[in-house]
């Protein structure tokens, strides 16, 4: 049969059969090296899997005052952490809808960040050769570039990579035509899966909450509706327990529902500590 034999003879040459394809193993390979960018929460960490995904879309959602920016500027700073010290070495881009990236609380946790470094290099005894510069804050906030943006179509015009904060704030604001809304949010994901996958990215969009009336009682849940619910690789949720700060894995293709307590401290996102406040999403 000419197609078996076109087939087999594809399989024999070992070359792809459909142009553009990758095999399973290599997906199996590319996905245990890919690496992560980590939270400074161990815990957090632990449930995302290592730390954020690159070349996935993670959304993080939560009430106000529950840490989504902080967040944000601590994984801005992370990804630029150099490679001999375990990081990515890498450069981030934000995004801010909103006015509230705060350059001051950058430096404080820029500054944490590099004297923890400093610490650990002193602790495994490594020394800086002469001719290398120390790593301090203006290391890292000179690798984080700022875009403000004022308008959803500037949103969509400067779409590279890594932290959008937030998604949702323009699209709650410009939209009463919820259909179009929906084409242009699905517009803008797919250029993000591309970008991501393409330069092995990582891309952080964080999300607000809004109230739901479901079961006779108002609820609060993530913005922009039920099919952005589905959009993002992996979505994480914000939330108080008492006095207690958690994340949960409210939706992963490849992560298990797990959640972990976190604080936000003067120095930025760490282990769980016990801060203050309230409210859980439901």
């Known amino acids: 049969m000419a197609g078996e034999t076109s087939r087999s003879s594809g399989l024999e040459e070992g070359g792809p ?3 553009g394809a990758e095999t399973a193993w290599d997906m199996l390979l590319e996905e245990e090296t890919c690496r992560h960018i980590t939270t400074s929460c161990e815990e957090l960490d632990n449930i995302l899997g290592g730390g954020i995904h690159c070349k996935e879309l993670t959304e993080i959602g939560g009430v106000p005052g529950i840490g989504k920016t902080q967040l944000g500027i601590q994984l801005a700073i992370n990804v630029q952490i150099p490679v001999k010290y375990g990081g990515l070495g890498g450069k981030a881009i934000y995004i801010d809808t909103e006015g509230s990236f705060m350059v001051e609380r950058a430096q404080q946790i820029a500054d944490a960040c590099a004297n923890e470094i400093a610490y650990g290099a002193a602790v495994q005894r490594e020394h800086f050769q ?7 804050a203006n290391f890292f906030l000179e690798n984080i570039f700022c875009f403000r943006v004022c308008s959803y179509t500037e949103q969509i015009a400067v779409i590279r990579i890594v932290i959008i904060d937030s998604i949702t704030f323009h699209f709650r604001q410009h939209f009463e035509d919820l259909a179009l809304r929906t084409r242009v949010l699905s517009s803008m994901v797919l250029k993000l899966m591309k970008v991501a996958k393409k330069y ?3 891309v952080v969009l964080l999300n607000q909450v809004t109230s739901k009336f479901a079961n006779g009682t ?6 922009l ?9 992996n979505r994480v949720i914000l939330y108080w327990s008492g006095n207690d700060r958690f994340a949960s894995i409210d939706k992963s ?9 976190y604080s936000v401290t003067s120095l930025g996102i ?5 801060p203050c406040k309230r409210i859980r999403i439901q």
Do not use: Y
């Open 225 to 233: 509706g039920e099919s952005w619910s589905h959009a993002c690789t």
């Open 200 to 202: 092995k990215l990582a």
């Open 218 to 223: 108002f609820h609060l849940t993530l913005a």
């Open 253 to 261: 293709s490849s992560l298990p529902a797990a959640s972990a307590p």
């Open 270 to 274: 760490r282990n769980a500590a016990t």
């Open 130 to 136: 002469p001719s290398e510069e120390r790593i301090n």
């Open 17 to 19: 059969i459909v142009a």
